[in-house]
């Protein structure tokens, strides 16, 4: 890319570029939603508002982010290009979640909405949005683009770019998809709480990449500086683009965790506060013992009934005859 001027405001108002490839799959994208949204008013259905606008802000953020001014300066500002890594990894995928397409597709039917329903129901599909995948490929993600010469062959060659913009948002949306989401991805869909803890873990490699960035001493990423003849040093624009990473990104997990946690409350759900069908079992064994657990009858998160079940399971325990049986 040409060398852009100094990011002063009438620069960066007029720092546009063209994408073709991109722009096109963002209006394929959008023109899908649209199509599928206006045969279900067709058809009398009832979609929320808030799901359209989360559609629309997420195509505008995804235009800016390949074409406008953050899409130009990207490539010479580390800093810059940080922005549009969190864009992508958290911000998008949060709004496609809540955008909802798989259910929009759903609600409509038709061969459409079979297949996506049938994909959506495959054990490829929940093995990809199981945290146990998504984390650790959100983690790697940010620690292997950052901290190694990844940026810097980036900076450097067009198509790597454009794989790790792709790269970025599927690994945002696999992990968000469950976590933030409520379109029954997952049979049972994940526990509050796990989503919580989950999105407590994802701000550790946030955490870690920025702190490593901010420390080093070595620029990563030369290749940013190199390229425009104004603006702050390798090294300075390396520890801004650690700090964005660092406070951004906790920043923004800590919203989602927010959110999640409102929606935990509102729901008013007593079952929300489990932990988990696996968690729930240790948690269900260890309170009343493997031996009067078998049918699951006794709800833990009933204060009486467990009160009730933990005594009876102390009592039995202190009943010789039960010793005996156990020796």
């Known amino acids: 890319m040409d060398a852009a001027p100094p990011p002063d405001l009438a620069a960066v108002l007029a720092a546009w570029t063209a994408s073709p490839v991109a722009d096109l799959l963002i209006a394929l994208g959008v023109a899908g939603y649209l199509a ?5 008013r067709r058809h009398g259905q009832r979609w929320a508002p808030s799901r359209t606008a989360s559609a629309a802000v997420a195509a505008v953020l995804l235009v800016l982010v390949v074409n406008g001014p953050l899409a130009v300066y990207s490539h010479h500002l580390f800093w810059v290009h940080m922005i549009v890594h969190l864009i992508l990894i958290t911000v998008v995928p949060a709004l496609l979640v809540w955008a909802q397409p798989l259910r929009l597709a759903h609600d409509v039917g038709g061969p459409i909405g079979d297949r996506v329903d049938g994909a959506r129901r495959g054990r490829a599909f929940r093995w990809l949005i199981s945290p146990r995948l998504a984390v650790p490929l959100y983690a790697a993600v940010l620690v292997l683009t950052h901290l190694t010469g990844f940026q810097e062959a980036m900076s450097q060659h ?4 454009d794989g790790e913009l792709v790269l970025y948002l599927v690994a945002g949306y696999l992990l968000l998809l469950p976590l933030v989401g409520d379109e029954s991805t997952t049979e049972p869909p994940l526990a509050h709480l796990l989503r919580f803890v989950v999105l407590a873990i994802c701000m550790f490699p946030d955490t870690l990449v920025g702190i490593m960035l901010m420390m080093t001493s070595t620029p990563l990423a030369p290749a940013y500086a190199a390229s425009r003849d104004w603006g702050p040093s390798a090294l300075a624009d390396q520890a801004t683009a650690g700090a964005v990473m660092w406070f951004g990104g906790d920043g923004l997990m800590m919203v989602l965790m927010v959110i999640v946690g409102g ?19 240790v948690r269900r064994g260890a309170t009343l013992g493997a031996d009067t657990t078998s049918d699951g009858s006794v709800d833990l998160d009933d204060d009486d009934a467990a009160l ?18 156990g020796r």
Do not use: F, K, Q
């Open 36 to 40: 599928m949204l206006i045969r279900l």
């Open 158 to 161: 067009e198509w790597i770019h």
């Open 263 to 281: 929606r935990w409350v509102a729901s008013g759900d007593r079952t929300g506060t489990s932990l988990g069908p696996w968690l729930d079992g």
């Open 308 to 325: 009730a079940a933990y005594n009876a399971r102390l009592a039995a325990l202190h009943d010789p005859t039960h010793r005996d049986r």
